[in-house]
């Protein structure tokens, strides 16, 4: 047993930092997924993180790093949106919509531009979990520090603009700063975990955890520790599975982490319809009674 669940993480340098990056990537995005989750923001998580792949391909052409490349990328989707949105009094879906598109026209167009980029655009989308180094990180540790500090300081705000933009309002809060803030969380987020998962999956360790988080708790900490831990367990399973069988690391801890969602969304139902069950019963013993 311990040579099948223990052994391969420590005999395995690269999958021991595979393990501790995608760990620290579930735990930031339980913060952050679950006000994503909370506030229907899942179209602007998805928006991001296909909208940060010119900046990726554009940060390779040039030797730079490719977080450098992921933050500009980011930084002009968030931009275009506010503009657009501001500027020709478009709803903020149909803005994100245009510039997600946009954004993921351009950054495939980069990547066609060099033969080179086949192999670029993969570790892209579906990240390189095995190739993970120790700076790396480093600077995924400050990416989660920054969003536990941005949800200790808007936890408030963020919680009554997921209720209601006026019940935040009226309590006194700027709502255009903290949805700003918020969407800066997401794409700090979205920058910190692309490298390990990829752009196209990072959005499944956004929604996933959390969505289960949602279903099992009420109160926001709670949810956030539930999304945490099925994160890491994702992050385990999936690479466990990865190694043994030879499957793609990023894509096997996403399915994980979806397929606990199925599982607990399951056993919401059966719970549900058993509580509805159990409390028709009193009502046909009163109505025989009446009879």
């Known amino acids: 047993m311990n040579q099948i669940f223990v052994a391969p993480f420590v005999e395995n340098e690269n999958l021991r930092l595979a393990l501790l990056a995608s760990m620290l990537v579930a735990i930031t995005c339980a913060i952050a997924g679950t006000f994503v989750v909370l506030r229907g923001l899942a179209f602007v998580g998805d928006a991001l993180s296909?909208?940060?792949?010119?900046?990726?391909?554009?940060?390779?052409?040039?030797?730079?790093?490719?977080?450098?490349?992921?933050?500009?990328?980011?930084?002009?989707?968030?931009?275009?949106?506010?503009?657009?949105?501001?500027?020709?009094?478009?709803?903020?879906?149909?803005?994100?919509?245009?510039?997600?598109?946009?954004?993921?026209?351009?950054?495939?167009?980069?990547?066609?531009?060099?033969?080179?980029?086949?192999?670029d655009l993969d570790h892209i989308l579906f990240g390189e979990s095995l190739a993970v180094k120790s700076t790396d990180l480093v600077w995924q540790g400050i990416a989660l520090l920054v969003v536990i500090a941005i949800g200790v300081f808007a936890r408030r705000p963020f919680l009554l603009m997921s209720v209601d933009d006026g019940l935040a309002q009226t309590s006194g809060f700027n709502v255009t700063f903290f949805q700003n803030l918020m969407m800066a969380m997401i794409g700090l987020t979205v920058i910190a975990s692309f490298q390990t998962v990829g752009t196209l999956l990072v959005l499944g360790m956004l929604i996933a955890p959390a969505a289960t988080g949602v279903?099992?708790?009420?109160?926001?900490?709670?949810?956030?520790?539930?999304?945490?831990?099925?994160?890491?367990?994702?992050?385990?399973?999936?690479?466990?599975?990865?190694?043994?069988?030879?499957?793609?690391?990023?894509?096997?801890?996403?399915?994980?982490?979806?397929s606990i969602f199925a599982i607990g969304a399951v056993a919401t139902e059966i719970k549900r319809s058993r509580n509805l069950r159990h409390d028709e019963l009193p009502h046909q013993h009163e109505h025989s009674h009446a009879h």
Do not use: Q, W
């Open 215 to 258: 279903l099992f708790a009420r109160r926001i900490s709670s949810m956030m520790l539930i999304a945490s831990v099925i994160g890491c367990v994702a992050s385990y399973s999936g690479l466990l599975i990865s190694f043994h069988f030879e499957l793609a690391a990023s894509a096997s801890i996403v399915l994980v982490a979806v």
């Open 50 to 119: 296909h909208g940060v792949l010119p900046g990726i391909a554009t940060a390779l052409i040039f030797g730079v790093s490719g977080i450098i490349g992921a933050a500009i990328g980011a930084a002009v989707m968030m931009g275009g949106v506010n503009l657009v949105t501001r500027r020709y009094k478009l709803s903020s879906d149909t803005a994100i919509g245009l510039l997600f598109v946009g954004m993921l026209a351009l950054g495939v167009l980069i990547t066609s531009s060099s033969p080179k980029f086949p192999e």
